[in-house]
Each structure stands twice: as C-alpha cells, then as structure tokens.
C-alpha cells in the first residue's frame, strides 16, 4: 500500500470521527464510493479483531483467535445484508435507488460503531481485571455493544434525514428492524465470543439452539443467581445435591 493510499485512508478516517458531514456529502453526492467503502471495511476487520480479542481474553486461549475472526465476519455480514434491505425498502417507498451509495453508507455507519466498540475495550478489560462473573460480563458486552449500534444507526438516520426523500421516515424504520435481526442473528449464530471459565472445550461455532432474547433473559436471570441446572450444572457434584 502506498504512503498516499495511507494518508487518504487516513483522512477519511479522520473525517469518520470529527466530519461525518464531510462523508455524508461524499456520499451523497457518489464520489469515489469504491475508496471510501474499502478504506471502512478495513476499519471494521481491525476494529472488530481487537474487540473480538478482547472477549476472547475472557477464557484465552485458541479462544482469542476465534473472537477475532468471528467478529469482523458479524459485522460485514450485516452491512451486506442490510444495505439491498435499505435499497429495497426505500425504492418501494419512492426513494431513488442507490445500492452502492447505500452500501458505502451502511459500511461507513458500521465502521463509526466498530470504533465506539475500540474505544470501550478498556471496559472489557477492566471487567477480565475485576474477575467479573460470567453472565455480567455478558450483560456488560451486550450493553456496549447495543450503544455501538445505537450509535450506527445515528449516523445512518442522520444521512437519510439530509435527503429529505420520499419515504426516508419509513426506510429508517425498517432498515432498523433488518439491522436488529440481521445483526442479532448473525451474532447468535456465530457465538461464543465469551466461554465459561469452567468449560471444558472450546468450540468455534456452537449447535443453534434457542435465540439470541433466550440467552440475553437467561444471563439477566443467572446475573441474580438463577440458574438452570440442566443447562449450566455444577462439575463434580451429585445433582442431589444442587437445589432445583
């Protein structure tokens, strides 16, 4: 890669944290989207490697390498599926279709929120410092990872509004819903990203079992001390012993 290549990816780096106007208008005005969009994905694969790297640190291990790849994939995932979302719901409502200003435009928004998620790795850390329980510490996760979309989605609503395109209101709801359910699932399906200290394997993927609000209304449940035992029993002791 070259020192100019570099510094462009740089600027619009830059201007992704202090000039989102300045993006906004590139986009919506189709300049050179092709950069734009590689120079955010690169974002997104770093930015998620080293958060995914730090749930990892939770267990370690091969566990470590794992996050890190899984992450990056969650979230390329959903821009790729999200933005025809937004192409199609807003075409349908009236909006002028643009897949690839849609696409850089969704990229650019993950990419803000892979950013937010780097900038709150020391609280990740700090909760591995802390020793924090399993279940909080996924709590934790899912409450700095709901910020980072909240923040996404800003940037996408913020764009959007500026069109003042037929239409636009009901695009952003929806293309809300498609980033929850493409995201979530996503997520779900590549999960674990955090492993129990006390389990005794490390898996990359896991069987799909449940949903992604079955898990989240499992932790806040074993958060208050309420645990299922057939799903989370005690090593080396006799089920007589455990309390239903």
């Given at each position: ?35 734009l ?42 821009a ?5 979302a ?43 410092a ?13 409450a ?59 898996v ?41």
């Amino acid at each position: 890669m070259s020192a100019a290549v570099e510094a462009r990816g740089l600027v619009l780096l830059e201007q992704l944290l202090r000039d989102r106007g300045a993006i906004r208008a590139r986009i919506a005005a189709g300049r050179d989207l092709a950069a734009l969009t590689r120079v955010m994905v690169a974002t997104i694969a770093i930015a998620m490697a080293v958060v995914g790297a730090a749930l990892g640190s939770y267990r370690g291990g091969v566990q470590i390498a794992y996050a890190a790849i899984k992450l990056p994939l969650v979230l390329l995932g959903t821009a790729a599926l999200s933005a025809p979302a937004l192409t199609a719901i807003g075409a349908a409502l009236g909006r002028r279709a643009r897949l690839s200003a849609d696409l850089a435009l969704v990229i650019t928004a993950l990419a803000f929120g892979a950013l937010v998620l780097v900038a709150c790795v020391p609280l990740l850390m700090l909760g591995r410092a802390l020793e924090l329980p399993y279940h909080r510490m996924i709590l934790a996760t899912v409450a700095i990872f709901g910020l980072a979309g909240v923040a996404s989605l800003r940037v996408v609503v913020t764009a959007l509004a500026r069109e003042a395109a037929p239409g636009c209101t009901s695009a952003v709801a929806g293309l809300c819903i498609v980033f929850a359910l493409v995201g979530g699932q996503l997520a779900w399906a590549l999960r674990p990203y955090l492993v129990r200290p006390r389990a005794t394997d490390v898996v990359f993927v896991h069987e799909v079992e449940g949903s992604l609000f079955d898990a989240i209304g499992g932790a806040l449940r074993s958060a208050q001390g309420i645990y299922t035992r057939d799903r989370a029993p005690l090593p080396d002791v006799d089920a007589r012993e455990v309390e239903p």
